[in-house]
């Protein structure tokens, strides 16, 4: 007897994942997207395990990377490109009539807060 139904979100509730917004970062901020990814997944340790807030970590990546910007720019084409993945919101309702559902996610805070509000 199914008793529970555990979800993850990125890939499979909503397209979340660094490949989406990375690039547009690296064109924004004028590096390659080789050297953002190194730069990206070695600061954001303490982000993803919540020491650090969002705005935290986007200050440190941009002092890292050698560049000024606006990091609420960054912000918004990260959230602008979070997209659900088409008829999974639809499942998810109708197994939420039958089951106990839960959701495992290593997004950060402030995005799963953004999510949240927004779907």
Known sequence: MIKAIIFDNGGVIAKVSSKYFLPYYARMLKVSLSRLKHSYWHLSIDLDV????????????????????????????RYSLIKL???????VKKLKKKYRLAMLNNDYKECMSHLMKKY
Do not use: A, Q
């Open 50 to 77: 919540g020491k650090e807030s969002e705005k935290e970590f986007y200050r440190k990546l941009l002092k890292h990377l050698g560049r000024k910007y606006d990091y609420n720019k960054l912000i918004k084409v």
């Open 85 to 91: 993945i088409p008829g999974t919101l639809s499942v």
